[in-house]
């Protein structure tokens, strides 16, 4: 079912990028290639994009600050990159996931990370002077299409979802949510005191191994 998903993606992708009218002549030829190509490529780009989903599902905030950190080492090539790189690539421009990412967090609740982690990317595009362009490989007329198809491919799934009191850093019961838990409680405690963070992991994970499972 996943496969037909994503096919049914490419095909609305392919039909938003069809012009009104076409001529049959060589420049036709060339820009229906384009069209192929840019589907083509979404069959990767969707598989990476419902990783990022399921992640952000199981884990909530921690998983957004971790994947942020983890995409963003803040060279150019994570906010831009030319249309032979994208071509065919197995994964979408960085900043693109986050940014699809952060607005995935916003509609679980989870409004204030996705907030901070977008104004970081926002001030680092900024100070580059990035212009925000895939070159036709997405335009924000696709992203209803992106959004159901990711969606529907987590129904298929039905990845565990993050509770509200995990994803606030409560202590839970044993089992995976209490790993969750304490993953989103150790970004908390880093942030409300850095120095002490280490004390802080070495107690959290005596506490996480001496659990009963």
Not at 142 to 157: C, G, I, S
Request: some cysteine; overall charge negative.
């Amino acid at each position: 079912m996943r496969e037909r998903l994503v096919r049914e993606l490419q095909r609305a992708i392919e039909d938003l990028l069809k012009p009104a009218a076409e001529r049959n002549d060589r420049h036709s030829a060339v820009k229906a290639a384009e069209r192929q190509a840019i589907a083509y490529t979404w069959y990767r780009w969707t598989q990476e994009l419902f990783c990022d989903a399921v992640g952000l599902t199981i884990g909530g905030p921690c998983f957004l600050r971790a994947f942020s950190g983890y995409l963003g080492t803040m060279e150019r090539g994570d906010f831009y990159r030319v249309p032979a790189d994208l071509r065919y690539s197995t994964h979408p421009v960085k900043w693109l996931r986050i940014k699809l990412l952060i607005e995935r967090a916003k509609g679980a609740g989870f409004c204030e990370v996705a907030q901070e982690v977008q104004e970081e990317w926002n001030a680092v595009a900024t100070t580059m002077s990035v212009t925000e362009d895939y070159h036709g490989f997405y335009d924000r007329s696709f992203e209803q299409w992106v959004l159901k198809a990711v969606n529907d491919m987590l129904v298929e799934a039905d990845p565990r979802s993050c509770s509200a009191d995990e994803a606030d850093g409560r202590q839970g019961a044993p089992g995976p949510g209490l790993i969750v838990s304490v993953l989103n409680r150790a970004w908390q405690a880093h942030g409300e005191d850095p120095e002490g963070y280490a004390a802080w992991e070495t107690a959290a994970i005596g506490e996480l191994l001496s659990a009963p499972i």
